[in-house]
């Protein structure tokens, strides 16, 4: 294995923005793949070393990094009616209205946007599964600012 | 000083006070409607907010919206710009219970002159004289043709609750009174719901001229002399310039005194502008006070040197102004052309788009002040004015040739302009010869 090539595709994993790599030519086939803790480097198959200055195959298989406020018709965006302070729960000791999984109707409170010592509660507005909350409690959250994906159900 | 602001404003304002602000080196948060996200002065903030959709009673004039953003980005105050909420009381007193600083006057002084019947008493109180005319609305025709008589033809009838142009008519004898007075409390009615009229005399050939003041909380006021802004459109400033074509130094000095009266007499504090109109004879009348920095504030500070959104935040912030009457000098001449996104061929009529080439003029004396740039989209839901060209010369003959030149240089494609509409306004002889009036553009250049 070449070390100097694992460096390098290394970098390009750094560079692109890749979570996992998979390179394989005639001579070796190497994944790289990205945990939270670091990389881990995997080689399921180490053919016979090739001579030296074998020129490194094409990528194959690279992953991109996942965009998730992308649209789609399977999910929507619950965001931001005004400027404010996102708040998980109706109050600091309660249960937040919602997590990740919950199924959910037009008319559940999801999250409360605090603007000038009022609190909004936000309605979900369309029915579904929350899929993702994008923002921390307490956090600032501006207009039209996506605060959960919720899957369409 | 403050150490971090927020500026509620939008377009070249925005840009120009964040600059000041850099400079000074304050920590800048802008906010913006979802029609703005493109603004180039949010790469130029410290932070910035989406307040609101494009409509700006949903954005730019939601109190809630901004004053939340000030509060999530923790600013100390609040500069308002001009239009909007800057001449808004109830959103200067909610600054002022949130313990945000509002940089413009207290709300008291915004309360006086946003009355004209309180304006123009105060304006007595501090012995300057304003416009001939009712005390306030007329309570019938009758007082309104005694009125006449009292100041003479010919009147304006006025809309009460009118603004900005709107709801006035000339008369120039009692049959014409009679007849227009019932006409007119129809219009106000329609207008702005309300049918009160009041008379004042109508100034004919006149000239705009405003004095520019500064005063802070420590009792300290001073003018930086005049800017003349006859050349109008429907009421519409198209050129500001200082100094006035038409006034003696001794009439600067006059007038310049009476708008400081006027201003303490009210306790104001802050930027403000005192507009007078000139008759023919070169008598000038107080209309109205402007509490708030102006669009044309750039010509005062091309022809005096000093930064007048600088001095709003000394100001607010408490600090006693710098300067005394004596320091302040008019050096040259400058004027300045508002170039706007509107239509001259088809009246004005505002033409919203993406400019498709921007490449303003440059060089000595040239200033323009624009949040526009080489593919920005002016959105449809804002005024029209795309930037401001600041041109100073070393008399008003250098500077009128100056300007000539900056807007012949001024490359602006892809929306309809003002640019040539305003070369015209140079190049016209009334201009040159500094016998313009208020009214000469709507009839000598448009049809």
Sequence with gaps: ?153 | MFTRILIANRGEIALRVIRTCRRLGIETVAVYSEADRDAIYLKLADESYCIGPPEVAKSYLRTENIIAAAEVADVEAIHPGYGFLAENRRFADICKSCQISFIGPPVEAMEVFGDKVKAKSIAKKAGVPAVPGSDGPVADDKEAVEIAHRIGYPVLLKAAAGGGGRGMRAVHNDASLLSAISAARAEAQIAFGEAAVYVEKLIERAHHVEIQALADAHGNCIHLGERDCSIQRRHQKLIEESPSPIISRKQRDEMGRAAIRLLKEAGYTNAGTVEFVIDEKGKYYFIEVNARIQVEHTVTEMITGLDLVEEQLRIASGEPLRHRQKDIQLNGHVIECRINAEDPDAGFAPRPGRVSMFFPPQGRGIRVDSHVYSGYMVPPQYDSLLGKLVVKGSDREDAIRRSRQALEDFILEGVPNTIQFQQRVLEHELFIKGKHYTTFVDEELTT
């Design chain 1, 1 to 153: 294995m070449d070390l100097d090539k694992i460096q390098e595709l290394l970098k390009l994993m750094k560079s692109h923005g890749l979570e996992e790599i998979e390179i394989e030519d005639n001579d070796y086939r190497v994944r790289l793949k990205k945990e939270s803790q670091g990389v881990a480097v995997t080689a399921p198959q180490v053919v016979a070393a090739p001579a030296a200055g074998a020129p490194p195959a094409q990528a194959a298989g690279a992953a991109p990094p996942a965009d998730e406020f992308a649209e789609s018709p399977d999910h929507f965006f619950i965001t931001s009616p005004i400027v404010g302070s996102f708040y998980r729960s109706p109050s600091p000791d309660a249960e937040p209205f919602v997590e990740i999984g919950d199924p959910i109707d037009a008319d559940k409170v999801v999250c409360i946007v605090e603007a000038m010592k009022v609190m909004n509660e936000v309605k979900a507005e369309s029915p579904g599964v929350i899929e993702k909350i994008f923002i921390e409690n307490g956090k600032p959250v501006e207009y039209g600012q996506p605060l959960f994906r919720v899957a369409r159900s």
